[in-house]
């Protein structure tokens, strides 16, 4: 069952405090907008994983990994699990923390950017996104190899 954006938001502050009380530990790994153009969204994914994996600093892992694809990521094991955060409390935690943090660079994003209405649909091509990018154009913030926006780069 998906979570609510306020219900990620209670989530990630209980998270939070497990990590300030050091019973929890978790890092980001962030893939930029030129990584994803370059490598594609699943390879710039599994970037940001390896990203978040090094911060660690563990010779001895094992790797939950939410969905169907690998990392092959030095000598650690691993697991793949479809539909992971329904089924592990990892994934789950790793999921809220993700999207929380997606959901503030948003957030963000639309107050220097305010006519592309990124705080109501955190990065989703909605119909007031759309106006947004044919009124105003594309920024160095979108997918250049996203096909609407190679379609209004291209015309």
Known sequence: KKLSEKKREVSFKFLQNLKKDNII?????????????????????????????????????YLLIDGNFSLNYKSYREQSVIKGDGKSLSIAAASIIAKVYRDRFMIKLSKKFSNYAWDRNFGYGTKAHFEG???????????????????????
């Open 25 to 61: 530990e978790y890092h980001l790994g962030i893939a930029n907008v030129e990584e994803i153009d370059q490598l594609n969204i699943l390879e710039a994914t599994k970037l940001s994983m390896k990203r978040a994996v090094d911060k660690f600093n563990m010779e001895n892992a």
């Open 133 to 155: 990018l044919k009124k105003f154009g594309v920024t160095s913030h979108h997918r250049k190899g996203f096909k609407p926006i190679h379609k209004i780069l291209s015309s």
